[in-house]
């Protein structure tokens, strides 16, 4: 996701390569990133922080504890810092600095590999309107950004952070329906992803409400209604549902 991240910087001419330092412990994931990206790189949390602005936390939840405890004396209070961290509140966080500082939370997903992802963000109380605006601009270099209540993280989760695996097993089944009618198996997967990209990009482009989209599509007494029955029949959007709130209950345990 970081390197998602710095890739959306970089080709929206946010950032130049230059301006950017980005830190790992492990030297070749290092290497990479300075040899692909041009960018700044060091093994070092601490000498990142005292040469940025503006820091990322990008890390898994379970090191978060440690790389705060490299960082924290050197974290000023005018700096901001935003974390991609899944599962880590504003509280959590806030405690493990144990002082004052400028932190925004976000959940970003795996769309912005390809600057399409989807991004909740929230703060804390001592980031600015400005500041905040500033941030979900550059969060939308790789997609797009909205504000949300932290309340709301969980759910943010299930309907984006989780979801591209939904669409991925719905792509999987649709493809293996076609090849059940004899369509070969990379062409069945061409027209689902294109089906599934393309009817995304209507509803968001045209601003058509799904309903709407799903009953121009079903003609009396035509195939894709009774697809729909049968979808209905099996209980297609309870699962969706149920499945999406044990993401959701799963968050809130983290």
């Known amino acids: 996701m970081a390197k998602a991240i710095i890739e959306g ?46 820091i ?37 966080i806030e405690e493990l600095f144990g002082r004052d500082i400028k932190l925004i939370r976000t959940m970003p997903n795996t769309p912005a590999f390809v600057g399409a992802g989807m991004t909740a963000v929230c703060s804390n109380g001592n980031v600015t309107a400005t500041e905040l605006e500033f941030a979900c601009r550059l969060l939308s270099s790789f997609g797009k950004a909205e504000v949300v209540p932290e309340k709301l993280m969980d759910a943010v989760v299930a309907v984006s952070g989780s979801a591209p695996a939904y669409v991925a097993m719905m792509v999987e089944a649709m493809a293996d329906a076609a090849v059940l009618e004899g369509m070969p198996r990379d062409q069945a997967y061409r027209f689902a992803e294109q089906a599934v990209y393309g009817t995304a990009k209507l509803l968001s482009e ?33 699962s969706i549902i149920e499945a999406m709130k044990a993401c959701s209950d799963v968050s809130a345990r983290l």
């Open 9 to 54: 910087f970089i080709n929206t001419g946010t950032y130049k390569p230059e301006e950017i330092i980005a830190s790992d412990r492990i030297r070749d994931a290092l290497d990479y990133a300075a040899n692909r990206l041009g960018i700044h790189t060091t093994t070092n949390n601490s000498e990142l922080v005292l040469e940025s602005e503006l």
């Open 56 to 92: 990322i936390i990008a890390v898994k939840p379970q090191v978060i504890e440690s790389v705060i405890s490299e960082i924290s004396d050197v974290v000023s209070e005018q700096k901001l810092v935003i974390s991609i961290v899944a599962g880590q509140t504003i509280k959590r």
């Open 206 to 238: 045209k601003n058509i409400h799904p309903a709407i989209l799903k009953d121009m599509v079903c003609s009396p007494a035509g195939t894709t209604i009774e697809a729909v029955r049968v979808l209905e029949e099996r209980g297609f959007r309870s």
